[in-house]
């Protein structure tokens, strides 16, 4: 049902990302997939995403923590891909440390590439969301936009401005057929997830088992890891006619975390 639009996802070359690309793909959609890693298993991605599509696939390497770049990739997608209709912040990183010890760099990238990017995408698509009389602005908030965890002071700071930054231009474009929400997954197995075991279990003192048992799944009620698809199910329906009221939501796909 999303043959002839196009869909911009920022940090799709894994997790996520990727899995939010191959849903809009698999309704025959134009996507625009963005991030880093290695370059041919990139093109592995994107040559798949157009085979599932039959519609087009482009790769833009904008790294979020560049506002002209990121300009760049919305006019790029609106002049080789036809538009910018649907639009995903969801590029990420994460650091874990007490705000003491807590880098100033780690600090300021975290902002930048959740928060930041999130901004100014929204800034470059809107304008063409408003002239289609359409658009789909889906930021990827996390549990953590809602609720704290220790030692995560920049990913919650972000986060909860994602919650804000989704509230805000979903008033400013509802009269435009353009809807703007967050979707805020509990632990989602990821390679983010995985990266962060090591610092989590030196900062606690635990094992690898320890921080999956007692940390990851402790607060999330179900005991089971949200996944990648159940997430982009939830954008490609945010996407129907169905889901044209839903706007400036935060909707959580977390397990029961924040319930508790
Ligand atoms: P991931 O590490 O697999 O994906 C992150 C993506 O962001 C990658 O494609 C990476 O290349 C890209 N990226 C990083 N820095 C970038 C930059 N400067 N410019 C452009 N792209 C950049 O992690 P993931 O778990 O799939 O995370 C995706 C999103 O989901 C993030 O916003 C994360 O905060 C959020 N999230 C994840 C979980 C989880 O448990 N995994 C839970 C809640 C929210």
Same mark, same amino acid.
């Not at 991605?45 to 300009?71: K, V, W």
């Not at 997830?193 to 607060?219: F, K």
């Not at 990648?228 to 199910?233: L, N």
């Given at each position: 049902?999303?043959?002839?639009?196009?869909?911009?996802?920022?940090?799709?070359?894994?997790?996520?990302?990727?899995?939010? $690309? #191959?849903?809009?793909?698999?309704?025959?959609?134009? +996507?625009?997939?963005? /991030?880093?890693?290695?370059?041919?298993? &990139? !093109? @592995?991605?994107?040559?798949?995403?157009?085979?599932?599509?039959?519609?087009?696939?482009?790769?833009?390497?904008?790294?979020?923590?560049?506002?002209?770049?990121?300009?760049?990739?919305?006019?790029?997608? $609106? #002049?080789?891909?036809?538009?910018?209709?649907?639009? +995903?912040?969801?590029? /990420?990183?994460?650091?874990?440390?007490? &705000? !003491? @010890?807590?880098?100033?760099?780690?600090?300021?990238?975290?902002?930048?590439?959740?928060?930041?990017?999130?901004?100014?995408?929204?800034?470059?698509?809107?304008?063409?969301?408003?002239?289609?009389?359409?658009? #789909?602005?889906?930021?990827?908030?996390?549990?953590?936009?809602?609720?704290?965890?220790?030692?995560?002071?920049?990913?919650?700071?972000?986060?909860?401005?994602?919650?804000?930054?989704?509230?805000?231009?979903?008033?400013?474009?509802?009269?435009?057929?353009?809807?703007?929400?967050?979707?805020?997954?509990?632990?989602?197995?990821?390679?983010?997830?995985?990266?962060?075991?090591?610092?989590?279990?030196?900062?606690?003192?635990?094992?690898?088992?320890?921080?999956?048992?007692?940390?990851?799944?402790?607060?999330?009620?179900?005991?089971?890891?949200?996944?990648?698809?159940?997430?982009?199910?939830?954008?490609?329906?945010?996407?129907?006619?169905?889901?044209?009221?839903?706007?400036?939501?935060?909707?959580?796909?977390?397990?029961?975390?924040?319930?508790?």
């Amino acid at each position: 049902f999303l043959k002839g639009k196009t869909a911009i996802v920022t940090g799709s070359t894994s997790g996520i990302g990727l899995a939010y $690309a #191959r849903a809009f793909a698999a309704e025959g959609a134009n +996507v625009m997939i963005n /991030g880093f890693g290695d370059a041919a298993a &990139i !093109e @592995d991605a994107r040559a798949a995403l157009e085979h599932a599509s039959g519609a087009m696939a482009l790769y833009d390497p904008a790294d979020m923590t560049r506002p002209d770049q990121i300009a760049a990739m919305v006019d790029r997608a $609106a #002049r080789e891909l036809g538009g910018a209709d649907i639009v +995903v912040n969801n590029a /990420g990183i994460q650091h874990v440390s007490p &705000i !003491e @010890d807590f880098p100033d760099d780690r600090f300021e990238a975290i902002v930048q590439i959740v928060l930041t990017s999130a901004w100014y995408m929204m800034k470059a698509a809107v304008p063409h969301m408003k002239r289609a009389g359409w658009g #789909r602005i889906i930021s990827t908030g996390s549990a953590h936009s809602l609720v704290a965890s220790p030692n995560k002071s920049a990913y919650v700071m972000a986060k909860h401005g994602i919650a804000g930054l989704t509230k805000t231009i979903a008033l400013e474009t509802a009269t435009h057929g353009i809807t703007v929400n967050c979707i805020s997954p509990g632990y989602v197995w990821t390679q983010l997830v995985e990266n962060q075991i090591p610092d989590t279990m030196a900062s606690r003192g635990m094992t690898r088992e320890q921080v999956m048992n007692d940390v990851l799944l402790a607060a999330q009620p179900t005991k089971e890891f949200v996944t990648p698809e159940q997430v982009a199910a939830l954008a490609v329906f945010l996407c129907r006619d169905e889901a044209k009221s839903i706007t400036g939501a935060n909707l959580s796909v977390d397990g029961g975390w924040t319930a508790a």
